[in-house]
């Protein structure tokens, strides 16, 4: 499933966020840092399931997508510790 949003913070400050929290807020389900790049980082977790979160500018702020097959509960409190840039999420 592909979730999307768009926050006030910049595409580093999500990146950084998504590392800490999906390493250690994911109780039974850890994701760790597989790839990374300056607008992406890619997640390896239980039974090798994926997780990828990839933000990038927009014309009203840091667009967020993320995709993963197991982990959408997860994807979703994530995103909902984020900042939403002009009360619009989508």
């Given at each position: ?50 997780l990828t979160v990839a933000a ?35």
């Open positions: 499933m592909i979730h999307e949003m768009i926050t006030s913070l910049s595409a580093a400050e999500v990146l950084d966020r998504a590392k800490v929290f999906f390493a250690e807020r994911v109780p039974n389900y850890g994701a760790f840092l597989e790839k990374e790049g300056p607008t992406y980082a890619t997640f390896r977790g239980q039974g090798g399931e994926e990038f500018d927009a014309e009203n702020g840091t667009r967020i997508r993320a995709s993963t097959l197991l982990f959408d509960q997860a994807i979703g409190r994530f995103l909902s510790t984020l900042p939403v840039a002009g009360g619009s999420a989508t």
